[in-house]
């Protein structure tokens, strides 16, 4: 074990570790460039062979990474994009960044994680070191992964590496990139730590050691159950006063002044992505493995399921308060990505708000700067919409608009002088019009 330590040890400090990353999404691609930036050279596995030819011919399909960028890394040799799995022998670090989401009845969908580990355990050499980064529920690393990488003889911790360091991408954050937040780390062994956290410490600005991948598994698990329990909580807010007459976004910027004891989030249509609306259900199925059912993960899930149907309703009722009904209404949706500034329409409320209405019978379009087109979603089979100009002629032809999501581009002063109703999910509209309603 210490001759493969030490050579390992030696190749990271001197930015001669190959290193993998399995799955070049939203959180793969971006560490990508951070090795391929601080002179690290890398290698792209992926099964998309679209994805795999984009990079290869020096185009990002993630905005954040510049064609520009890509191009340079490529000429310089630093990089490759590829589909054959046999190139993971050549390769010191691997890298998992591979989907983990819920299958049809909210159990943990681990078919990704767990083939890519048999893809792994397939070219596993020693002294190579193998991190898991997708969220999952604590004891993935060990309990699954582990035995699968074992089976081919080679030992854990002393052949070779194992550690989990989950990423804490936030897409859109303009103060917070993967460079500049911190890195939870938990290894097998104190060695498998430790190497996992010179790897990272040559990348990110601080590593955060823990005692076991469980124990990190579990940190990326409370930081989004933090997040859905509280999202759920001020979208209840919402609901109750608004029957008292009382503006939740007030009073929530009011709170926000207090110095201690409390931090802000905001109402909205729900919640999206990739990550909040999951991750939580992986630790739900995990519990009841130890006689335990969650409570406040499934009220959250509750409460923040319902917010698309409440905008709906809101939206019905003021259209009939206009003499108009929901069936044959004109209704434009503005921004179908689940947050703001972003392109990323996975799980987002938009997409339930969008079929709701047309299951009332509405004519529903919708806009949004960052995604041209919106289909082929598992939950929304016959959902196959294109993101229509915003002119100030369909904005006055409709009867409503719904905004879902509060994009910096859009002039809501122009939206509001020309649309006859607008349903604001998000605060974008400051100022009390009168037609505009909070929902
Ligand atoms: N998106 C985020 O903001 C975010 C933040 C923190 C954590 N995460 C977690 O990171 C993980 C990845 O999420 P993502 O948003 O990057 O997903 P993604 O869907 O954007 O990317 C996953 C990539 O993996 C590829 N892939 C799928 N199966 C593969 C396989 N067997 N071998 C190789 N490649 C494969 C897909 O083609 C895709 O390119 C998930 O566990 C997620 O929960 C995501």
Redesign the pocket.
């Known amino acids: 074990m210490h001759r493969e330590y030490a050579a390992l040890e030696g190749k990271i400090l001197g930015k001669r570790a190959r290193v993998g990353v ?8 971006p560490l990508v460039k951070l090795f391929l930036s601080k002179g690290f050279a890398v290698t792209g ?4 062979p679209k ?1 795999v030819s984009l990079l290869n011919r020096g185009k990002s399909y993630i905005r954040h990474i510049t064609t520009g960028e890509l191009r340079r890394f490529l000429t310089d040799k630093l990089f490759r994009a590829t589909a054959d ?1 046999s190139k993971l022998r050549t390769v010191d670090v691997v890298i998992i ?4 989401p819920l299958d049809s009845h909210k159990n943990p969908d681990l078919s ?2 767990l ?2 580990t048999s ?1 792994i355990a397939r070219y596993l050499k020693p002294g190579q070191l193998v991190v898991l ?4 529920y604590p004891g993935t690393t060990e309990e699954e992964m582990l035995p699968i990488l074992e089976a081919g003889g080679l030992k854990g911790g002393k052949d070779f590496f194992l550690a989990f360091s ?6 859109g954050n303009r103060h917070y990139s993967t460079a500049t937040i911190p890195k939870v780390i938990g290894g097998l062994t104190p060695a498998c730590r430790r190497l996992a956290s010179l790897l990272y410490g040559q990348i990110v600005v601080k590593t955060i050691l823990v005692s076991s991948p469980r124990a990190a598994e579990a940190v ?1 698990l409370l930081e989004n159950i933090f997040r859905s329990v509280n999202i759920a909580l001020v979208n209840e807010m919402k609901i109750i006063l608004e029957r008292l007459g009382i503006d939740v976004w007030e009073v929530i910027e009011a709170a926000a002044t207090k110095p201690f004891g409390f931090m802000p989030f905001y109402p909205g249509p729900g919640y999206g ?3 909040i609306p ?2 939580p259900f992986y630790l739900t199925w995990k519990a009841k493995e130890v006689d335990y059912q969650t409570k406040f993960i499934e009220l959250a899930g509750e409460i923040n399921t319902h917010m698309p149907y409440y905008v709906v309703g809101k939206t019905i009722a003021a259209l009939n308060g206009m003499g108009k009904s929901i069936r044959g209404a004109r209704i434009l949706v503005l921004g179908i990505a689940y947050k703001k500034d972003i392109d ?1 329409q ?1 799980e987002s409320p938009a997409l339930k708000i969008i079929s709701v209405l047309k299951a009332q019978g509405a004519k529903v379009e919708y806009n949004d700067p960052y995604v041209p087109r919106s289909a082929g979603h598992r939950e929304y089979p016959g959902l196959d919409l294109r993101s229509v100009p915003l002119t100030a002629r369909r904005l006055k032809s409709s009867d409503a608009v719904i905004i879902a999501t509060d994009h910096s581009s859009y002039d809501y002063d122009g939206i509001v002088r020309q649309a006859p109703l607008v349903v604001d999910t998000r605060n974008a509209i400051r100022r009390k019009r009168r037609n505009v309603i909070k929902a």
């Open positions: 399995v799955g070049l999404g939203y959180v793969g691609l596995f992926d099964i998309d994805k799995f960044c591979v989907p983990t990704y994680v083939g890519t893809v980064e997708s969220t999952t989950p990423e804490r991408e936030d897409p990326k992505g990739h990550c999951v991750d990323d996975r």
